[in-house]
């Protein structure tokens, strides 16, 4: 059976006044039906435009390229725009950051949800207002009746949240895209956010596609993680193995960072610089400038995305295994790095 | 609620002082007696002259005047016209209808018009589209409305023929004013031709009128689109999967309307001004014409009063829109 989503080669470019940036660079991404796929990685390294650009909702100037953008098997870049928006909102569905500005000021969300079920169900309008009812119902929203007629400034951030969420899932959809649902919101309030996501996901069976930069909600909700870095896919692992050990220093160094993994340190690990923009893009490893582990061959080959020695997908020339770069060879230019690391 | 509207209506105050003592000072200033003038070429007997300005209380100091007109428009009273004698407030609503006439057919036509030539220049941003727009718009804006008046007037009623080059109405047909408005009046009257006849009176005055209002709300639904279309909520309507008509029209627009509505609110004032002008070219028996052959006559008393019920008439306008952002925003609506 052909899997769910499947995407082969994926760029965004954006064209702008100094030439095109590519913040999407070759992304190959399958997700299977009821799977739950987290997507990590800092800010501007493409997680949320490449599942925007699989949502078609790239605009001008942006420009989307794929070898292949399948759903369930159907040609998502040979539709037209309407045939893609019968998909779209029913069968895929998204829920954005930021829950208050992502909804309409000027309508109450039980026209907005009730819009939803309008274009891709039709039905009585009573039948759409019951439906709604149920729906905020199902994402934890007291009285969810009396709640269909607030507009989106009367509620708070997480009630938002719920209602994109209700929003997403009104139409039963068989992929939903979450871009940092909890970012925005609150640490007690991302926790019920992330537990009602996962519930959802669990009692419909439909996959749910994680965004984050959160490494802890990753190692929480999702069962397969990809790490992503300034628009490219560098790792591909399921969540035990990932945390486990680590094949791309990038990852590595994203685990360290976290304050779990940190104890008995007096500082929390960083990674030093940051994600290269339009204008400093290194050639070789786009992770070089900051990897510990870097060779001259870094600098020099850009290295692809192919499984290493363990069978892990790992875009590295060195993949690390136990925290430890192999393959190297002897006498490489810049020797070995310094490195402070214990055992 | 309540206390927005107590505060809306006490700034009204100011401005009511403001525009009677300017218009009272600004006549005054016009050189010229309107006495002599209404007395014409002939000249006055000094004892007459005398006797008059006591009457219309010339004789006294400016400053009592003005005390004295204050008075009298605070009982409701704002005098008669030196001209006709007749009351201003009467002369004032019988001409009144046919500048609203006019003004609400030139902004039927600035929003007709404006409105989608703004969300189109919006939404193609940076196409031929957009740049045609834009440059006609600000042509439009920079336009003087006498001459841009005459230049409509020589192409279509005098070359071509296709419109009546002033007035309200053919001649050839007469009935009773019932409403004063020509369009309403003319169907009423049940005259065969009548109604067309007001229609192509109508058409030349409200395009000239209309211009400006027009180039203003375009300029300013487009850039309202161009911010809203940025915005997340015009992404997650995308992202429902709804037509593109849809999210433009109905979710981008709803929220870009906004500002726009208060640009028109404003236009009001700009209409009015604007009438004075127009109805002068096209001989419009409007509040306008009535306005500038007074200055002409030096009619203190319909002066001061015509400008006063036209200041009164914006503000009362620029209230409503006020009340009318609540009707909108649910936002302002909500907040206490």
Known sequence: MAALVEIRNLSVEFQTARGSFRAVDGIDLTIEAGEVVGIVGESGSGKSV???ALMGLIVWP????????????????AMTP??????????????????????NPCFTVGFQIMETLAVHEGGSRADRRRRTVELLGQVGIPAPESRLSSFPHQ????????????MAIACNPRLLIADEPTTALDVTIQAQILDLLVNLQ?????????????????????ERVIVMYAGQQVEEQPVDALFANPAHPYTAALLDALPERSAGRRRLATIPGVVPGIEDRPRGCLFHPRCRFAEQRCVDEQPLLVPDARGRFVRCHYALVDGEPTNKEPGSIRGEPQRETTP | MIRFLVTKIALLIPTFVGVTLLTFAMIRLIPGDPILLL???????????AELRTQYGFDKPLLIQYGNYIVDVLQG???????????????FLTLFPATIELSLCAMIFAVLVGLPVGIIAGVRRGTIWDHSVMGVSLTGYSMPIFWWGLLLIILFSVNLGWTPVSGRISLLYYFDSVTGFMLIDSLLSGQE?????????LILPSIVLGTIPLAVIARMTRSSMLEVLNEDYVRTARAKGLPPVRVIGLHALRNALIPVVTVIGLQVGVLLAGAILTETIFSWPGIGKWLIESVHRRDYPALQGGILLVAIVVMLVNLSVDLLYGLINPRIRHRR
Do not use: C, W
């Open chain 2, 77 to 91: 009273d704002l005098g008669r016209s030196i001209v006709t004698k007749k009351p201003v407030l009467t002369e």
């Open chain 2, 193 to 201: 031709g009548a109604f067309r006849s007001a229609v192509s009176h």
């Open chain 2, 39 to 49: 007395a014409g070429e002939r000249g006055i007997d000094p004892d007459r002259y």
């Open chain 1, 155 to 166: 509620l708070s951030g997480g009630m938002n949240q719920r209602v994109m969420i209700a």
């Open chain 1, 50 to 52: 490449s599942m925007l």
């Open chain 1, 202 to 222: 669990q009692d419909r069976g439909m996959a749910l596609t994680l965004i984050t930069h959160d490494m802890g909600v990753v190692a929480e909700t999702a």
């Open chain 1, 62 to 77: 942006g420009k989307v390229q794929a070898d292949r953008l399948t759903f369930d098997g159907h040609d998502l870049l």
């Open chain 1, 82 to 103: 309407a045939q893609r928006r019968r998909i779209i909102g029913k069968d895929i569905a998204m829920v954005f950051q930021e829950p208050i500005t992502s909804l």
